[in-house]
């Protein structure tokens, strides 16, 4: 039998305040990292965490990141 060509699409969550809700966590973390007198050291350096694989080994762990613009030399 010929059966005809089936595309699969992913499915996404329809988000149409997304975009505004992200702008206020941006507004708000901006801003409140202008007024606050802590010290800048004990803020986050970034929101960003890159996705890891970390393996037990006998003797060490092994770590394996996708950092982009990030030489593994320099790791």
């Known amino acids: 039998m010929n059966y005809p ?3 699969l699409m992913n499915m ?3 988000q149409p305040w997304g975009l505004v809700h ?3 966590h941006d507004l708000d973390r901006m801003l409140d990292r202008q007024w606050r007198d802590e010290d800048e050291t004990t803020s986050p350096v970034s929101d960003w965490l890159p996705a890891v694989d970390i393996e ?4 060490q762990f ?6 982009p613009g990030v030489d593994p030399k320099d790791i």
Request: a neutral charge.
């Open 22 to 24: 992200r702008l206020h």
């Open 56 to 59: 037990e080994e006998d003797r």
């Open 12 to 14: 996404i969550r329809y």
């Open 62 to 67: 092994v770590l394996r990141a996708d950092i």
């Open 5 to 7: 060509e089936v595309k």
